[in-house]
């Protein structure tokens, strides 16, 4: 079993940055891919951006890319994902999901592919 929990979600003007932060606990084959997602109301859960455990392997969404980086704590047990010129449109709840398979090293994230997710954190961008 893989409990996640999200943090570091706030509100913030539009060029700002917030870093959110996923703390995982369980075996770590359980969290091979680990991925962010986000949905704003009415709309679909999209993936952000996913990371590889065993080789770093990233992916990133094209909406976000050069923006924001997701990167890994091993000795922590978490994730991050540094949110930089953040937009009004990056309003959403963000997710945290996580999966013992290998896919995202070789795909961008799928929400299909996820056994795993967190409560989500709230990420606000005013303009």
């Known amino acids: 079993q893989v409990q996640l929990v999200e943090t570091g979600g706030g509100s913030v003007q539009a060029g700002g940055s917030l870093r959110l932060s996923c703390a995982a606990s369980?075996?770590?084959?359980?969290?091979?891919?680990m991925g962010w997602f986000r949905q704003a109301p009415g709309t679909e859960r999209e993936g952000v951006a996913s990371?590889?455990?065993?080789?770093?392997?990233?992916y990133y969404a094209d909406s976000v890319k050069g923006r924001f980086t997701i990167s890994q704590d091993n000795a922590k047990n978490t994730v991050y994902l540094q949110m930089d010129s953040l937009k009004p449109e990056d309003t959403a709840m963000y997710y945290c999901?996580?999966?013992?398979?290998?896919?995202?090293?070789?795909?961008?994230?799928?929400?299909?592919?996820?056994?795993?997710w967190g409560q989500g954190t709230q990420v606000t961008v005013s303009s």
């Open positions: 999901a996580a999966d013992s398979g290998n896919f995202c090293r070789w795909y961008p994230p799928r929400r299909a592919d996820f056994n795993y």
């Open positions: 990371i590889y455990i065993v080789d770093g392997t990233t």
């Open positions: 369980g075996y770590s084959y359980t969290r091979n891919c």
